[in-house]
């Protein structure tokens, strides 16, 4: 069996944890008592965006190789349980009035994100499939095994400079593995998050309880509790040049009523965002947002983003359908 080798990946300007004691890059000998060893530096990837102004690599249209659902205790299930399907309000009605407050924070259950689950899932849907994967389990060998959440940050970091990551890298019989490790910074970030941004997150799932039903053709019913535990993850095989991609990423919903019933054509992606009100914010909105939603939704094949745009108060008062490959084109004039 070939040797485990892990190294971390970093952003060229990570951000330095707060409080060292130590010189930067020292660690203390334990095993010895010896003087402190200097740790090696974690290779890096440069940010500038010049660099990457080539054209645009072959990338192989996304296949659904599965899928698996996570439920209300963040439990594994091999199946489709948590799928949800898009059921929007008329197109041709009156403006949506979704209050996205409505039950914060009485009926919100967020996952507990001390909680580092890793590739954990993944690994278990691959477990279970690995003698099903089509050209067998040899086709692992060269691959890379990730989240789509982590191929985001790849694809956006020449254009998203003011969060920094960290990622591990295992190789083990010739797949390299791709895992997040929360830096010091991000830590810091998330544990002093202002209350503001945690109702803001709710928003965004209430949202998709306003859009999403449990059946096909059935209604939303947004009177339940918002459970981010929750999950229908869906399994996906590519190729990004010569390297063959296996993924995974969390899917909002299904349209039973899509031109075509093959995922990932037939998924939607549900966000949110302020209202817009000048060609200011338009650019803005297009140059930081949008190039995150295209990221997320083209690395899978989803075809659209549904988006919802709230007021001040918190109602959706406008819905617009972005689809994916037009959302470059916005995109790309910036």
């Not at 296949?63 to 698996?68: A, D, V, W, Y």
């Not at 008329?90 to 407050?101: E, M, T």
Request: glycine share 10%; with cysteine; net charge positive.
């Amino acid at each position: 069996m070939e040797r485990k080798i892990g190294a971390k990946l970093r952003m060229e300007k990570p951000m330095e944890p707060q409080g060292a004691k130590r010189g930067a890059g020292e660690m203390k000998d334990g095993a010895t008592g010896g003087p402190p060893k200097r740790a090696r530096p974690a290779p890096s990837l440069p940010t500038d965006a010049s660099l990457y102004a080539g054209p645009f690599p072959f990338y192989r249209r996304p296949s659904e190789l599965g899928c698996f659902s996570l439920d209300s205790e963040r439990r594994y299930h091999g199946d489709s349980r948590a799928l949800r399907y898009f059921a929007p309000p008329p197109a041709h009605g009156s403006a949506p009035d979704f209050d996205l407050r409505e039950g914060y924070p009485e009926r919100y259950r967020p996952r507990d994100e001390e909680t580092r689950e890793g590739l954990d899932h993944l690994l278990r849907w691959l477990l279970e499939h690995r003698g099903q994967l089509e050209g067998g389990p040899g086709w692992l060998a060269g691959a890379v095994v990730t989240w789509r959440g982590h191929l985001t940050k790849l694809l956006t970091t020449p254009y998203e400079l003011r969060e920094g990551w960290q990622l591990a890298a295992s190789r083990l019989q010739g797949t390299l593995y791709l895992s997040e490790v929360e830096t010091p910074a991000a830590r810091a970030q998330r544990l002093a998050r202002p209350p503001l941004l945690r109702e803001l997150m709710y928003m965004g799932y209430k949202f998709e309880q306003y859009m999403c039903a449990d059946t096909p053709g059935g209604s939303p019913d947004p009177s339940g509790e918002v459970n981010t535990n929750v999950a229908f993850c869906s399994v996906l095989r590519s190729r990004l040049g010569t390297h063959p991609l296996l993924f995974s990423g969390e899917v909002d919903c299904t349209d039973p009523k899509a031109p075509s019933t093959q995922p990932p054509a037939c998924y939607v992606e549900l966000k949110t965002s302020k209202e817009m009100h000048s060609p200011g914010q338009w650019r803005s909105f297009y140059r930081h947002k949008l190039l995150k939603w295209w990221a997320q939704s083209f690395l899978p094949g989803v075809p659209r983003v549904v988006a919802g745009f709230r007021d001040p108060e918190g109602s959706i008062r406008s819905l617009r359908t972005f689809p994916t490959m037009e959302m470059f084109e916005l995109i790309r004039i910036l």
